[in-house]
């Protein structure tokens, strides 16, 4: 394994067992909690893809007249990528992305898809993050989250989106969600089937082919600059932790409607 992302990986692996042991999982027990989770869930999902779209605006070229960005293998693997993502199937076999196919599974089970496509919907209109975050009451964990991915964006540092990209999205949600999910799936299979294929897509698609594909496009961005691979671990970290707080909002609001806080 190549030593930086070693040191990567064991500097995030505190923050990342974390979230994987985040005390919202415990408070999951029936579909109407779940669309809580969901709810704050979408922005992240949202914004994987828009820092997808932002790798590869930087490593490929998607302008006219055509040119040839950087390096053949790297442009390889962010299309690669992109594809998977943005044009994936569903459990019918039609041609998806993954925020499409999680909105689907939000609103098979009820949960709540207006805010997500009010902030949207504001955003397409022109509005600034600001506005589209106050016109659709987007939770302030949320916003946070978003407004992070969207600083390391408009960053225009690839290494750093790539860094965050590969390390704070993948493999992500444990073994523990799954396992309430089955249980869900085995109650109320008509309310839960296509969330229970998302997160089999997930693992299939993102957690295994697709990850390794992101740990060499990083390696390839940061080569031998011992900067770049300080500031992408730096970053890789503040990214688990901007997900840490994103959970944390989520459980508040379950703590809340349990009356457990």
């Not at 504001?122 to 302030?140: E, I, V, Y």
Request: proline share 2%; charged share 25%; with cysteine.
């Amino acid at each position: 394994m190549h030593q930086h992302i070693q040191k990567i990986q064991e500097a995030s692996a505190p923050y990342r067992d974390q979230i994987i042991n985040h005390k919202v999982y415990s408070v999951i027990e029936n579909i109407e909690d779940l669309s809580v989770f969901m709810r704050y869930h979408i922005y992240a999902v949202w914004d994987f893809m828009s820092l997808l779209k932002a790798l590869q605006n930087n490593l490929t070229c998607t302008s006219i007249p055509w040119f040839p960005v950087g390096d053949g293998e790297t442009r390889q693997l962010i299309n690669e990528i992109v594809a998977g993502e943005e044009s994936d199937i569903d459990q019918d076999g039609n041609k998806k992305s993954h925020f499409e196919l999680y909105l689907d599974a939000m609103e098979q089970c009820g949960a709540d898809t207006k805010e997500i496509h009010t902030f949207l919907d504001a955003l397409k209109a022109g509005k600034d993050f600001t506005t589209a975050f106050d016109t659709a009451h987007t939770p302030q964990e949320a916003r946070d989250f978003v407004n992070f991915t969207f600083d390391t964006i408009n960053s225009n540092k690839a290494y750093l989106q790539s860094a965050i990209f590969t390390f704070g999205r993948e493999d992500l949600i444990p073994g523990m969600f799954h396992a309430i999910i089955e249980d869900m799936y085995r109650s109320l299979p008509e309310s839960i089937s296509i969330f229970k294929y998302y997160l089999e897509r997930h693992i299939e698609v993102d957690g295994d082919h697709h990850s390794h594909l992101a740990l060499q496009m990083t390696s390839n961005l940061c080569g031998t600059d011992e900067q770049q691979w300080a500031e992408a671990e730096l970053a890789t970290i503040e990214s688990l932790k901007s997900r840490i707080r994103l959970w944390d909002g989520a459980y508040a609001e379950l703590a809340k409607k349990k009356n457990l806080a």
